[in-house]
């Protein structure tokens, strides 16, 4: 490295035209003459000819460029991108951190019962002997194509459609339906359907918005939104504050302002990006609000994407009501609409990969159909799929005890909480409450938000995620998902939190 | 009140209007073409043959008997006990079964003459996604890969697209057999510099799409040298290892560092996928195996835009760690491809017409530069067009493969049944009597 330096300095022609050319040259000849000698026995390689060598010198000589000098003996590791660079950090993300913890040592009622209970993953594990019932009941058929001679495997084994088979599109498009409780009927062809609902928002992204636009977003949102919404695209999420006074539900005139604020600094807005039921807080969006934002999006000219992805996870009495619903019944211009969808939550399928792009614009469409061989749904996933989403009868079974579950569980846990003084917001959907912790601050801020996320996971041994890593603007309050656990862990969580909450108070006085 | 009154719909952006999918194409137009008008034994003799997609048909009874004699790779066993922590599991990291018995597959193409870590594959949903993976990794936008020509029409999207990188051709010729030389490697590099392009990598398929033939080993030893030399990355996309037509021609360029020790390997990635091999492209299996551990990280958190159903991970795994089946697979399939090969290459030679020595791959690259009216582009689209209208073949145009020779065209040989390719060459055979007629 020390011999290198100096050369560079020469090289780049300090040191004059002969000692800028002649000399490195002559050392670097030397240098390879050393190398060549001494390659190893094995290597088959035939050595370039003197000639070639000293071509390729007199290029590098030439140019200045310091990854050529340095690269004889490697000295300098390849590099990889600035997008791969800033990936390739640690995650600090307490949503993140968390979820690794707990998975390092998870709790087990039997064989860890001191191990870490998982509350940060919106997973919905209730309904799963429905699932697995109808498995062993229906599977070898469900593999097996439909038509006569339709052998098992070259129907699903070539090339599909890529942005999904029409058979599938069709379930799905029957299955969100009823899951909006059939007050809207939604339309195949305008499907394009993803290897999981990641690409599909990231898709979308990539159809809506050019490097350096960006998105109003409505906080306390989904941490996943900062990855999947800006890695690759390099777009922008513009946090648009709601709080708890509103029980956090969006108003126009917060959105009007942020608009305004970003535009100001010569940024591009190309849209909102909702999330209907809401993920942290697990409210509605109510058909009025809908029409208002639509109405804020045509007089911005800006694009409206719903994440409607826990539509199928209502245990509240108040109606769902899709985007797509309002966008039918009113005159409003549909090409600014587009729906984000998936079976991980409501259906409890996470890793079958199942997501959706539903949209009203056909460029949209033709774009994002294209996109979609970056992520297509497997072939024996989507026949899988067909079947068991055409199977009217136990969808309607599952839909209604998938209800009755979460809504159990919901107030159970909400109960818990309650008994230790914690206050949830109101909400009627999603697999999480949204948990007012801020009595058990030590100090009121973010700092303190995080400090008391710590003791929890560490010493408490529950993850929960913070607000801050949702981008929530008044500290304290924690989502704490409930779908993943037992009744029967319900006390131990609670004791958990008890326990630390006794802790604190004591040493506070 | 600020409304934007330039646009009166809501606009798109740019990668959405941009035409880098390339769908607009001769490649693509053939496709169309066959789409329309498609060649069916009973019900369409007369149609347009499907010669323009590398898909693998030959050994599906291979796979449909494992399927019939191993249901417990479609289920989860007796009662279920698996199925909840598959239907669960989205962790990136991909089912370590999976990725063992891909280890071991891609250990069996090669003879055992490398060794793969399963630690080191990344999984993607085709290989499609693990080109624009590593390329998102590797290279900013505005930089550039070098890719030696001619190459597979779909590296023009894959690559380029959405990561907003360029791609600088190698420029080969049938002088020597169309295979890289370090002087063409550096002139694509001198000529990215003087387009102030920053080469990140260099992009080599091996075995090549779509020439069909293996790399050889002292080629391979060239490439890699010259990567070192400039310090860049060396992808080696190796989707027809498999698809050899015998075990012992393919170097792997995973062997070529073994024999290194594996010295300087952090610039090496290999992409592989069961698509071709495997003839399962409808399951959208593929990997990345990287010799870098940062790029293995990075890759791996990228790979949540492009997971592999679980579902399919496990029937796959429980396929592949069958090694009296991955054995008799990779055996039989040699020996089929190679059988098709012979049947095209014979009919081609008895029409009169020559091909490049192929010894890999779904296709052949076929020389059909003594047609041509003038040594253009133009005369070669003009012959493509009357091969796909009048002889109702859809083949593939070298120059939509970026080849600087015009006159080669690749024709796919496995995507039909043994009677299909003896209508086809019929056809092909008729044609050249024709045209020596008049």
Request: with cysteine; proline share 5%; charged share 20%.
């Amino acid at each position: 490295m020390r011999l290198v330096v100096p050369l560079q300095g020469v090289v780049q022609g300090r040191g004059g035209l002969i000692f800028g050319s002649l000399i490195p040259c002559a050392l670097f000849y030397f240098l390879q003459l050393y190398l060549k000698r001494h390659r190893s026995p094995n290597s088959r390689s035939n050595p370039p000819s003197p000639s070639a060598s000293a071509q390729n010198l007199a290029e590098l000589t030439r140019t200045s460029s310091r990854s050529n000098l340095l690269s004889r003996g490697s000295i300098v590791p390849v590099l990889i991108s600035s997008l791969a660079t800033s990936i390739s950090k640690p995650n600090d993300s307490p949503y993140y951190i968390g979820l690794d913890k707990a998975s390092e040592d998870p709790y087990d009622r039997i064989d860890n019962p001191d191990g870490v209970i998982q509350l940060g993953l919106s997973e919905n594990r209730l309904c799963f002997d429905l699932i697995e019932k109808w498995m062993l009941e229906n599977l070898k058929d469900s593999m097996r194509g439909r038509e006569e001679g339709d052998l098992s495997i070259s129907g699903i084994a070539s090339y599909q459609p890529l942005d999904g088979t029409m058979e599938l599109k069709m379930a799905m498009a029957g299955f969100m339906s009823r899951v909006m409780g059939g007050a809207v009927s939604f339309e195949p062809s305008q499907m394009v359907l993803t290897a999981g609902a990641t690409p599909a928002i990231e898709t979308l992204c990539f159809c809506l918005a050019d490097h350096g636009n960006a998105f109003l977003v409505p906080t306390p949102y989904y941490p996943g939104f900062d990855r999947d919404m800006k890695w690759r695209t390099g777009v922008e999420l513009i946090p648009v504050h709601c709080r708890n006074t509103d029980n956090f539900v969006l108003s126009i005139s917060a959105l009007n302002q942020a608009f305004n604020q970003t535009r100001k600094r010569g940024t591009k807005i190309r849209g909102i990006l909702l999330s209907n039921p809401a993920n942290p807080v697990g409210n509605l969006l109510s058909r009025e609000m809908l029409c208002d934002l639509l109405y804020f999006a045509r007089e911005k000219n800006i694009h409206i994407i719903s994440d409607e992805i826990f539509a199928g996870s209502i245990y509240g009495n108040e109606e769902f009501v899709s985007i797509a619903d309002v966008v039918d019944s009113e005159d409003f211009d549909k090409s600014r609409v587009h729906i984000v969808y998936g079976l991980s939550k409501d259906l409890s399928l996470p890793g079958f990969r199942v997501g959706m792009i539903y949209s009203f614009n056909e460029n949209v469409l033709a774009a994002a159909r294209k996109l979609t061989r970056f992520s297509s749904i497997s072939a024996p996933t989507q026949r899988l799929l067909v079947s068991m989403l055409s199977d009217a009868r136990f969808i309607e079974e599952y839909m209604v005890t998938n209800k009755k579950r979460i809504r159990n569980m919901h107030d159970l846990f909400v109960a818990g909480l309650e008994g230790l003084g914690i206050r949830c917001a109101d909400s009627s959907a999603g697999l999480y409450c949204w948990a007012d912790m801020s009595k058990l601050i030590l100090t009121y801020g973010e700092k303190g938000e995080l400090e008391l996320w710590e003791k929890l996971l560490h010493v408490a041994k529950i993850n929960i995620t913070p607000g801050s890593a949702c981008h929530c603007i008044e500290p304290g309050w924690f989502r704490c998902c409930f779908t993943t656990l037992d009744k029967e862990d319900i006390p131990v969580v609670m004791e958990r939190i008890r326990k630390l909450a006794d802790t604190r108070a004591a040493s506070r006085g | 009140m600020a409304i934007e009154i330039e646009k009166p719909s809501v606009g798109l952006s740019k990668v959405a209007v941009s035409e880098t999918h390339g769908e607009d194409s001769p490649y693509f137009a053939g496709w169309k073409a066959y789409d329309e008008n498609p060649y069916n034994e009973s019900s369409n003799p007369s149609g347009v043959i499907q010669m323009g997609l590398a898909e693998n048909q030959v050994s599906f009874d291979l796979l449909e008997k494992y399927l019939e004699e191993h249901s417990e790779a479609s289920s989860w066993g007796e009662g279920a006990p698996g199925f909840r922590e598959n239907a669960l599991f989205q962790d990136y990291h991909g089912l370590k079964s999976f990725r063992q018995a891909m280890a071991n597959f891609m250990e069996q193409i090669r003879g055992g003459r490398a060794k793969f870590d399963p630690d080191r594959i990344v999984l993607t949903a085709g290989a499609t996604a693990a080109n624009e993976l590593l390329t998102f990794i590797l290279a900013d936008p505005g930089d550039a890969l070098l890719v030696p020509t001619p190459y597979y029409p779909g590296f023009d999207r894959d690559l380029r697209w959405r990561t907003g990188v360029k791609i600088v051709p190698i420029h080969c010729d049938s002088s020597n057999n169309f295979q890289v030389t370090p002087e063409a490697m550096e002139a694509a590099y001198r000529c990215a510099e003087s387009m102030n392009l920053k080469v990140r990598g260099i992009l080599i398929t091996n075995p090549s799409n779509p020439l069909g033939a293996t790399i050889q080993r002292s080629v391979l030893e060239q490439i890699l040298d010259f990567a070192t030399n400039k310090n860049i990355h060396l992808v080696s996309d190796e989707i027809y290892s498999g698809s050899t037509f015998s075990s012992s021609e393919f170097i792997s360029i995973a062997e070529v560092l073994e024999t290194r020790g594996y010295k300087d390997s952090e610039r090496v990635h290999i992409v592989y996928s069961l698509s071709k091999d495997l003839g399962l492209p409808g399951f959208r299996v593929g990997t990345i195996y990287s010799y870098n551990d940062k790029v293995v990280t990075t890759a791996r958190r990228m790979s949540s835009f492009t997971l592999i159903s679980s579902q399919t991970q496990h029937l796959l795994a429980c396929m592949l760690s069958n090694k009296e089946f991955s054995e008799n697979y990779i055996k039989t399939n040699r020996e089929r491809l190679t059988w098709r090969y012979d049947m095209i290459i014979n009919g081609l030679k008895n029409a009169g017409i020559e091909c490049l020595k192929g010894n890999a791959g779904l296709f052949c690259w076929m020389n059909l530069s003594p047609l041509l009216e003038e040594p253009t582009r133009e005369s070669e689209l003009a012959l493509w067009k009357v091969i796909l209208n009048e002889v109702r073949l859809n083949i593939s145009p070298g120059s939509s493969c970026h080849c600087s020779e015009p006159g080669w065209f690749r024709v796919c040989f496995a995507n039909m049944s043994e009677q299909t390719l003896e209508v086809a060459l019929g056809r092909i055979h008729k044609f050249m009597e024709q045209r020596r007629r008049n």
